[in-house]
């Protein structure tokens, strides 16, 4: 059973240009989730993919959108970036879309807006 | 938002047990308590959940207050690899999904 896996592991992209990050959920979990966590700060919930639509939002602006695909995997997009989407991105998978059991996270993606 | 508070930083010493409190006062009736964890570099990492009696697995105990307005969790002999940032949090719901909301946590240092 593999883990939750995150790509690229660090990115740095300029102000104004967009971005892609990735992930691939655990084996079997057909929700994931996807947080933003600033330097010193826990993790803030984005959004929510529960087969293959969006189950839920926290309080992100539309610049901040999401894809699930058939298998699972997910993909965070960010448009028109600015210095505060600096941050670690994490990924969460967990077998049911209501997270009573465990989720499971990647190691995340660190990205540096410049 | 439910809410936790918990203190900004503890320490303990190695094969000792720490005990973790967290308050939740505005906690509903329905709401999990549950307890994530992140080491250094890596994602949170799951550690136990509860609702209304006392959990125990292999990683740790959770202690849940007969009024659940609060809970300790547990580490019953503290690793140099139990030093990290916990998370006490309350299962949310937003929009039909099942949200974390994390706070700020309680960095624990373990001292060898």
């Known amino acids: 059973e593999t883990g939750v896996t995150q790509s690229p592991t660090h990115l740095i992209k300029t102000r104004g240009q967009q971005v892609t990050l990735r992930c691939s959920s655990q084996?079997?979990?057909?929700?994931v989730s996807w947080y933003q966590q600033a330097l010193g700060q826990g993790p803030q919930f984005i959004f929510q993919?529960?087969?293959?639509?969006?189950?839920g939002r926290g309080n992100f602006p539309p610049r901040f959108s999401g894809l699930q695909f058939p298998n699972y995997s997910s993909e965070l997009n960010v448009n028109a970036l600015e210095l505060d989407d600096s941050a670690l991105y994490l990924c969460?998978?967990?077998?049911?879309?209501?997270?009573?059991?465990?989720?499971?996270f990647g190691q995340g993606t660190r990205l540096t807006v410049v | 938002d439910a809410k936790t508070t918990q203190p900004n930083s503890m320490e303990s010493n190695e094969e000792e047990p720490v005990h973790l409190p967290c308050n939740h006062s505005?906690?509903?009736?329905?709401?999990?308590i549950h307890w994530y964890r992140q080491l250094p570099s890596q994602g949170p990492e799951y550690v136990i959940h509860?609702?209304?009696s006392n959990v125990n697995n292999r990683m740790a105990s959770l202690a849940i207050a007969e009024d659940r307005k609060s809970s300790t969790l547990i580490l019953h002999r503290a690793t140099l690899r139990d030093a990290a940032v916990y998370y006490c949090?309350?299962?949310?719901?937003?929009?039909?999904?099942?949200?974390?909301?994390f706070g700020k946590g309680t960095k624990l240092t373990v001292n060898p």
């Open positions: 509860g609702l209304t």
């Open positions: 505005t906690i509903s009736g329905t709401d999990y």
């Open positions: 969460a998978s967990s077998p049911h879309r209501e997270i009573i059991t465990e989720a499971f």
């Open positions: 993919y529960y087969r293959e639509e969006e189950n």
């Open positions: 084996s079997g979990h057909n929700t």
């Open positions: 949090i309350l299962r949310g719901t937003q929009g039909g999904s099942e949200k974390l909301v």
